[in-house]
């Protein structure tokens, strides 16, 4: 199993790339002569508030600790006896296990389920003059063959407990939850288009419960995933070191 540690290297380094270079064409000037609808001013100024822009934010971050640590045990391969920095190994395993695996398949499945049934809800025409379909799929489409990388080339072990990942993610998305209504109460603006024509119904309530309960429904995914990919690792847990 020593040739994932190569592919493990070149997911994050592919992914890296990626969306940092999805950052850079982002945040390039629009040319002088187009007008600028003042709708895009306000999605620009928004663009740290939404859900997506936090999960590829987190994408990099992980795949950065996922590269160190690596680099790490490719850097003590000859010491038999060698082990990730405690709280560096946690920190990578449970933000992928807790955070990014779940989130981003809310992402994608949330996004483009809305797109395909009326982009209006999700993805207003105007944003076309702002982002192009490269930079939409980067961050819609392409975080998710990113977490299937990790899975399939991560050796992992079923956790006895969920609880304490199920914390982080329950934390992660309650803190979310905060910013996207603080920025209601704030701008009078609802950062999904869809929520101002669902609040002051149940169907609001309805909506964020469902998404919960998805965002925890794909959690417990991985690990089915897992199981099917690394489960003999539980037989031979004796036998194979995974950091």
């Known amino acids: 199993m020593a040739y994932h540690i190569y592919f493990r290297i070149l997911g994050y380094v592919v992914t890296m790339a990626l969306h ?17 609808d003042p709708r895009v001013k306000v999605y620009a100024e928004l663009q740290a508030r939404f859900f997506t822009c936090w999960t590829f934010f987190l994408q990099i971050v992980f795949a950065f600790s ?3 640590c690596d680099i790490l045990i490719l850097k003590n391969s000859g010491n038999e006896n060698y082990k990730l920095p405690k709280y560096l190994r946690g920190f990578r395993n449970t933000m992928f296990a807790a955070i990014l695996w779940p989130c981003t398949w809310l992402v994608s499945t949330f996004f483009w389920s809305l797109y395909l049934y009326d982009r209006s809800l999700i993805y207003p025409t105007f944003v076309d003059t702002f982002l192009t379909s490269t930079s939409n799929h980067i961050m819609h489409t392409a975080i998710v063959p990113i977490v299937l990388w990790e899975v399939v080339f991560q050796p992992r072990y079923v956790p006895k407990s969920h609880s304490r990942y199920l914390l982080h993610l329950v934390f992660h998305l309650a803190l979310y939850f905060s910013v996207f209504m603080y920025t209601y109460f704030e701008r009078s603006i609802w950062i ?11 169907y609001f ?39």
């Open 20 to 36: 940092i270079g999805n950052i850079v064409v982002m945040a390039q000037p629009r040319a002088k002569h187009i007008p600028i």
């Open 66 to 68: 996922g590269l160190v």
């Open 192 to 202: 999904y288009p869809i929520f101002e024509k669902l609040y002051g119904t149940s």
């Open 205 to 243: 309530y309805i909506v964020i419960l469902s998404l919960l309960l998805l965002c925890i429904g794909f959690y417990y995914a991985q690990w089915y995933l897992t199981v099917k990919i690394w489960g003999r690792l539980e037989k031979e847990k004796n036998k194979i070191k995974i950091h």
